[in-house]
């Protein structure tokens, strides 16, 4: 489970980076992404697919969370 920091590029694209992999991809989906929640199955650029339980209310970012890789 690792900690993931979630920010906006410069562009306004959601960037998802996991430090200890020094792993940084584009957020290209995100399974609930309203105006009173955000979260569930996050898709990223290469593919890969991660989890966190839907918080209420939304996120401001950049912020730091825990999501589970979706296998």
């Known amino acids: 489970m690792p900690s993931v920091m979630v920010r906006r590029s410069d562009e306004g694209k959601l960037l998802f980076y996991v430090a200890k992999k020094d792993l940084e991809e584009v957020i290209t989906a995100v399974e609930v992404d309203t105006a009173e929640e955000w979260g569930g199955e996050v898709t990223l650029g290469d593919g890969e697919k991660f989890f966190i339980e839907p918080i209420s ?12 890789r979706v296998e």
């Not at 209310?57 to 589970?68: D, H």
């Open 57 to 68: 209310p939304p996120p401001t970012f950049p912020t730091t969370l825990r999501f589970k």
